[in-house]
């Protein structure tokens, strides 16, 4: 089950501990996904993306971005939903604005639960 979180809080909570939040949502977020859209990438393993993150900073975030994209899509489809396709959008932003990427993610999350 995807955990509904206020888009305004996980940014504020991002900002205020400097980041500490972020990289604990980033972990939990693709735990959940990879949970419920099982792409069974290697890649996407939460473990793999938040040592990424913490160790390659933007180069995590994008890798973070397209394999996330794949899991929403995947949710997407078991729900009956069309699948969009914001994989470049999502590798973009995590390369250059991680903080829209937690928000855009953390919104179609949110939509889907």
Known sequence: MLTNRSVATVIILTI???GIYGIY???KTAEELER?????S?????VVILLLCLLTGGIGYLIFGMVEDQNLNNIRMKKGIPAT???VLYMILGLFIPIVLVGLI????NQLA
């Not at 290697?42 to 939460?46: A, C, I, K």
């Not at 953390?106 to 999350?109: A, E, F, L, T």
């Open 16 to 18: 205020v501990t400097c």
């Open 25 to 27: 949502w980033v972990y």
């Open 36 to 40: 419920e859209g099982q792409s069974g």
């Open 42 to 46: 290697g890649l996407g393993s939460p």
């Open 85 to 87: 396709d914001n994989k």
């Open 106 to 109: 953390q919104n179609d999350m």
